[in-house]
């Protein structure tokens, strides 16, 4: 056996399976799991090069955060902080039918590509040249990332606000085959948006018949996720079906007052999907939810902050009833007066969340928006708030369940080969952390704040981050799509 690295001793793992915890001792040897067992110290000597006791702590792999918009993020502001921080080694992006690449833009960035950045950021018009610009950036992070229908649409089409021809339904499934062939994890979309909903399923099933052939899947920000959220969720399983693709819903949700206390319906619709094929979804650990400012979803019921604002910079921080009470004039017209503007919408029931981050086929996606100046605190808190306040003090689900939605699960789903367990042989993203102080502390009000009870991270060997702060070692990874895996 090689000279180890490091060894972690008398620390509890949780492997990411879902089983019981395991005291064990644990090396690292470069960017490798070497060796797990009991009383490795014994065998090994003094031969590791660094000793660490961790006794009374947890060792997990390192959470995979499946739903994020760090697109650009990763290679602008490498050092992924908000995501390091709270334990997170691996990104997936490109979701909600945005992505940074394949993207040649033929006039304005369109909504919700802003999300991602400023349009000069979108420099990939091939996926394989993201693909080397990630590499190039060495992020904090590995980065795994899907192929944006918003941003095949853009490259191919003068307007939006109509669905594709059968030529550009083309011209995007070659760009898509390509980006396939450079290790893309699939294909997703946002039929919510207005730049995508007048897509036709058919368009969509047209765009998704390379990704079986390829082992690879498809996930959807749904056409609506309000009142006809179930016609939604059976567009989203017809296109699977009919694909012969796995379906990853993103996060899932029951939104809008009128639509509160619908998650039994929604969660029997998503089971009876799941007896007949591989289907799942996301999901994030708060009751309110951000995006782009939406004149569809202005609801003077619920709380609306304006998060940012190109026309109104001043705005940011404040509700959408301050502004309008401020400017005399209703919701619905400072609205229009704002935008483009972004905004965190209270338009979720607490209890409906709860439901939904407890079932068995759910993972745990932030959703962060790291280009937005006020973010959401999901950005910052989304992994130790579940594993603090729903886990340890709601006891929602066991610690192994909780770390399973993180890891393992999100591997196997997303075809991350060698990662999302502690198994000998597979790459070091491990997170070390103390289950009972491991907490968010970011908030509405200060959503930039790093979380508590985070001891030590290391992606692919390399220790990243302690409780002291980044150590300003960043080894992460462009991570190729492999083969997807699904458990029922």
């Known amino acids: 056996m090689l000279r180890p690295d490091l060894l972690i001793r008398n620390v509890s793992l949780v492997d990411g399976t879902g089983a019981p915890p395991l005291s064990a001792d644990v090396a690292i040897c ?28 947890t060792l997990a792999p390192g959470f995979i955060d499946t739903h994020t918009h760090d697109d650009l993020a990763v290679i602008r502001a490498p050092a992924m902080l908000p995501k390091l921080s709270q334990g997170v080694t691996t990104v997936i992006t490109g979701n909600c039918g945005i992505s940074a690449a394949p993207v040649t833009l033929r006039g304005e960035l369109p909504d919700p590509m802003n ?26 992070v590995n980065v795994a990332a ?75 920000h749904m056409r609506t996720e309000t009142e006809k959220i179930l ?5 989203a399983f017809e296109i699977g079906r009919s694909s012969r693709v796995p379906v ?6 029951c939104a809008g007052i009128a639509n509160w206390g619908r998650s039994g319906e929604v969660l029997d619709a998503l089971d009876a999907a799941r007896r ?53 004039v209703s919701q619905l017209e400072a609205a229009r007066r704002l935008q483009p503007a972004g905004a965190i919408y209270h338009s ?19 959703d962060g928006l790291p280009n937005d100046p006020r973010p959401h605190p999901r950005l910052w808190g989304t992994f130790p708030r579940v594993l ?65 009870g985070i001891f030590s991270v290391w992606v692919n060997g390399v220790l990243s981050y302690t409780a002291e702060g980044p150590t300003a070692r960043r080894a992460g990874r462009y991570l190729a799509r492999g083969k997807t895996v699904w458990m029922q």
């Open 388 to 452: 603090g306040r729903y886990c340890r003090e709601e006891k929602l689900f066991s610690l192994p369940e909780a770390i399973h939605k993180m890891t393992g699960m999100s591997a196997q789903r997303f075809g991350l080969a060698d990662r999302g367990l502690l198994r000998e042989g597979y790459a070091a993203d491990l997170v070390l952390f103390d289950p009972e102080t491991i907490l968010d502390t970011a908030t509405y009000e200060e959503p930039v704040s790093a979380s508590r």
């Open 30 to 57: 470069g960017d490798r799991i070497q060796a797990i067992g009991p009383a490795l110290a014994q065998s090994l000597g003094n031969d590791a090069k660094e000793t660490m006791d961790a006794r009374g702590l």
């Open 115 to 140: 999300l991602l950045g400023p349009a000069e950021a979108f420099r990939h018009p091939r996926f394989s040249a993201y693909r080397e610009a990630v590499a190039e950036a060495r992020p904090a």
């Open 348 to 366: 979720i029931a607490e209890e409906d969340m709860r439901k939904i981050l407890r079932h068995p086929a759910t993972m745990i996606g932030s």
């Open 231 to 235: 016609d939604a969720m059976h567009e």
């Open 276 to 328: 007949a094929q591989p289907a799942g979804c996301d999901c994030y650990p708060y009751a309110a939810g951000s995006s782009t400012l939406d004149l569809r979803q202005v609801d003077e019921r619920i709380k609306i902050t304006i998060t940012w604002s190109a026309s109104h910079e001043k705005m940011a921080g404040r509700t959408l009833a301050q502004i309008a009470e401020a400017w005399r």
């Open 146 to 220: 899907l192929v944006g229908h918003t941003a095949l649409r853009s490259n191919h089409m003068d307007r939006l606000d109509r669905a594709a021809t059968s030529a550009e339904i083309t011209r995007m499934r070659e760009q898509l085959e390509e980006a396939l062939d450079a290790g893309a994890l699939g294909l997703s979309t946002g039929l919510a948006y207005l730049s995508a909903n007048a897509a036709s399923t058919e368009e969509v099933l047209a765009l998704a018949a390379p990704l079986a052939a390829a082992g690879a899947i498809y996930t959807t």
């Open 248 to 253: 990853v819903v993103s996060h899932l949700k």
